[in-house]
Nanobody
Framework: QVQLVESGGGLVQAGGSLRLSCAAS????????MGWFRQAPGKNREYVGH????????YYVDSVQGRFTISRDNAKNTVYLQMNSLKPEDTAVYFC????????????WGQGTQVTVSA
């Protein structure tokens, strides 16, 4: 059983930056692809991006491409989401999630961290 704990959320002005962290425990971190998702009020959970097990490849939804960067430190069992040039529409609860390569969907989820971007 993998436990995921996000941190780093908060209130920031438009154009600002935040870095979210997601610390994993209870499993072999390098077995898992790590994803970031977000859910705005009244909306469905949305895929933001993911990073492969080695950290060599990242993928992003178009709306954050060029502004957000996902990285991971396998020695620290932690994945990061660096968010730059934040916009009010980025306001959401952000979740990290983990999945093994042979699984269709993400298996483990964190509790989420709130990001609020003021205009």
């Amino acid at each position: 059983q993998v436990q995921l704990v996000e941190s780093g959320g908060g209130l920031v002005q438009a154009g600002g930056s935040l870095r979210l962290s997601c610390a994993a425990s209870g499993g072999t971190f390098t077995m898992y692809q790590m994803g970031w998702f977000r859910q705005a009020p009244g909306k469905n959970r949305e895929y933001v991006g993911h990073i492969n097990r080695s950290g060599g490849n990242t993928y992003y939804v178009d709306s954050v491409q060029g502004r957000f960067t996902i990285s991971r430190d396998n020695a620290k069992n932690t994945v990061y989401l660096q968010m730059n040039s934040l916009k009010p529409e980025d306001t959401a609860v952000y979740f990290c999630a983990a999945k093994r390569s042979d699984r269709l969907g993400y298996e483990y989820w964190g509790q989420g961290t709130q990001v609020t971007v003021s205009a």
